[in-house]
């Protein structure tokens, strides 16, 4: 690469199948990752030379880390913190769409709400601290633009205050309010070309529109709050809780499953087989721990219960008035809220 500033290379991690498809929870996951290294990562990579840093499957160069400052750790996102800091002091990343690696999902609905609060508090930790830098530095103004609106606000501000302010409290209250009204449009035009638009990279979970809609619907509300948390440092958003995952019984079984996926990958040497009496020790002992039938219970989200319970009586008052296309959204997104917050999604919690 010679004196050009380039970090070689970042790959995205690709779910296995069966991890996937374990659960409705894991399949509504799937379709944000795909939008997310689909297009969030590949476009960014092609034109701004930039994009955010997973925190896997990655190689740095040493240079880059020492140029922007070294890992550090004031903030919950620090992957996102050095390629933030590395894109500003010049250094231009490159994308491997076609290489994958192994990755899994959050099967339970409570490491999947923790995680999401991580990775929407630590955002706006992150544009508290180096909003300043952005606009002082010497990226071009497309740049500090991307950085700014696309990269920090919009998926991380913009999109949970638009869903959680719209559908869980101006509309519900619209039920009660006969003066007031909202354009049709805003209520199903909008929410039904994002939903469709983030789904479009993953076509085979175009069945699971409807249940994606109303789900994001319901983690707006985790969301928003992180981004509150975030946003004016509270005491939530420091905190970092490593996601929970169920584990796999064998190394051996992940290579099956993904020998079934992506032959082609295994023929050109894309997955390597490798060996380790400690990472088989410990999923074996998290396969047992599963398999004990030991008796889980539901935990019960309270917030989520009380959305349900002004969304669904909203949706009676709506059916009272004669509003059809409202009722029909209020009771499907209040039951939706009841569902999540009787932890009837996903696996539940010993």
Known sequence: MGKEKMILPWCKPGGVLSIRTENLLTRLQNINLAFHFEVEQQVNGWFINFFGFNGTAGVWRIKALEDCGGWLERTTVEDMDIAVRAHLCGWKFIYLNDVKCLCELP????????????????????????????????????????????????????????????????????????????????????????????????????????????????????????????????GSSYEWIVTKKLGRSSEADLVAMVENESAPLLENGGVQRSSSESGLAELNKLEMTKKTGRKRRNRLYRKELALAFILLTASVRSLLSAQGIHFYFLLFQGITFLVVGLDLIGEQVS
Not at 216 to 234: R, Y
Request: glycine letters at 2%; aromatic letters at 18%; proline letters at 8%.
């Open 107 to 234: 099967e339970s609905y409570e490491a999947y709400k923790k995680q999401q609060h991580r990775w929407h508090s630590g955002p706006m930790q992150l544009f508290r601290l180096c909003f300043v830098d952005v606009l002082q530095s010497k990226v071009s103004w497309v740049q500090k633009a991307n950085l700014i609106f696309l990269f920090f606000l919009l998926r991380k501000l913009i999109l949970p205050f638009y869903s959680f302010t719209l559908f869980c409290i101006i509309l519900p209250l619209t039920m009660f309010l006969p003066e007031a009204q909202l354009p049709f449009w805003v209520v199903c035009y909008i929410p039904g070309l994002v939903s469709i638009l983030n789904i479009l990279p993953s076509p085979r979970s175009f069945p699971f529109i409807v249940p994606y809609l109303l789900f994001e619907n319901t983690m707006s509300v985790t969301k928003f709050n992180a981004m509150v948390s975030g946003l004016f440092q509270l």
